[in-house]
């Protein structure tokens, strides 16, 4: 799915390249369907303010939302392992699950590393990232709150994400408990925020969630069958400093 691979590339760190394809990645996110005009509408802004803003404040911002602390994390293990040893079997599985697929990533890349991990479902069927989506949506909802919450546009991409499987509700969800936090980023308060949600990372789930139709936009609940998009668009761009942690 072409629009995937776009969000992908929007929460990567910011490059000429990615500036550069502006205007290419505003005109895929215009054309998908599943999306909300109004969603589609910010998202374009967005692309355009990427490429007029020096690049030297958007990495700057870039470093100070996803760099100190867990809070924002792009890290997905992070919210849901943290430290622990079961981060690292974690690690392990999903890499299989690349292998298994033929997706193959740097070695310097972390494969919970939600752009590495967009861009690979961006390969798969759509009923598969239906899935997929459906077992993060819990992360993506309070990241979206807690993104909204710093004024950040990076917000957006959550936000695509659980409106394209009909859980945009999963982010008023947060939003209250978010407005009322207490900025804290040591370890142990950050995975305290996490503790109380479980997620299993397996496209097996029976807790799945469907694509949206262009049409009908049903909600979760209604799972279907619709085509899946063979597309290609510009290459990842190379590993950023945000995923040599």
């Keep these: 799915m072409r629009s995937l691979r776009v969000l992908a590339r929007l929460l990567d760190y910011p490059s000429a ?22 969603l589609r509408q ?27 602390g867990r809070a924002t994390s792009l890290l997905l293990f992070e919210h849901v392992h943290g430290e622990s040893r ?3 079997q974690a690690m392990v599985d999903l890499l299989a699950e690349y292998e298994a697929a033929g997706f193959r990533i740097a070695t310097r890349e972390l494969p919970d590393h939600l752009p ?13 990232i239906g899935r997929w ?33 009909g859980a945009s509700e999963e982010i008023a969800r947060h939003r209250a408990t978010v407005a009322e936090e207490t900025p804290d980023h040591t370890p ?11 997620v299993r990372f397996s496209a097996e789930s029976d807790q799945d969630c469907a ?22 668009l510009m290459p990842a761009s190379p590993s950023s400093p945000a995923t040599d942690r």
């Design 42 to 68: 910010r998202l374009g802004a967005w692309c355009r303010a990427l490429a007029d803003t020096p690049l030297l404040d958007l990495q700057a911002s870039y470093v100070a939302l996803f760099d100190r």
């Design 133 to 165: 989506l459906g077992e993060i949506r819990h992360i993506l909802g309070l990241l979206a709150a807690r993104l909204e919450e710093r004024g950040a546009s990076h917000a957006l991409v959550p936000q695509a994400l659980l409106a394209l499987i």
């Design 86 to 88: 079961a981060r690292g």
């Design 188 to 198: 142990q308060a950050l995975d305290a925020v996490w503790e109380e949600e479980v």
């Design 17 to 38: 390249e990615l500036q550069a394809a502006a205007d290419e990645l505003e005109a895929v996110l215009r054309a998908e369907a599943r999306l909300p005009v109004p």
């Design 211 to 232: 694509l949206q139709s262009a049409e009908g936009r049903r909600l979760a609940e209604r799972k279907y069958q619709a085509t899946p998009q063979t597309v290609t």
């Design 116 to 128: 590495l991990f967009l861009e690979y479902l961006s390969t798969r069927d759509e009923e598969e």
